[in-house]
Nanobody, 120 residues
Framework: QVQLVESGGGLVQPGESLRLSCVVS????????FGWYRQVSGRQRELVAT???????SYVDFAKGRFTISRDNDKNTVYLQMNSLKPEDTAVYYC??????????????WGQGTQVTVSS
């Protein structure tokens, strides 16, 4: 029964930054990999970035060079640092435990996420 609680979203102007947090419970945090996902209004949920149990990271093209996924094993928390935000980054952001990246399957249920709005 994985629980994931996202926070840190908000309203920012283009070019500004946000750091999202995901507090995890119900699993052995240190041996799991995690992912950040987002859902733009009217579109399907998509992967943003992943981090393995050993700290290896991977990013989709739109996130490379701007977003950084990290983890704190002492706090059972996964972070997504988002810099140089663009209006097209506006979405609800979710964290989860990837099972298979090819089909977007995850171990946890989808929570409420955290809203990121980038607008001038």
């Amino acid at each position: 029964q994985v629980q994931l609680v996202e926070s840190g979203g908000g309203l920012v102007q283009p070019g500004e930054s946000l750091r999202l947090s995901c507090v995890v419970s119900g699993i052995a945090f240190r041996i799991r990999g995690f992912g950040w996902y987002r859902q733009v209004s009217g579109r399907q949920r998509e992967l943003v970035a992943t981090i393995s149990s050993s700290g290896i990271t991977s990013y989709v093209d739109f996130a490379k060079g701007r977003f950084t996924i990290s983890r704190d094993n002492d706090k059972n928390t996964v972070y997504l640092q988002m810099n140089s935000l663009k209006p097209e980054d506006t979405a609800v952001y979710y964290c989860n435990v990837p099972r298979d990246v090819s089909d977007m399957s995850v171990y946890g249920s989808w929570g409420q996420g955290t809203q990121v709005t980038v607008s001038s």
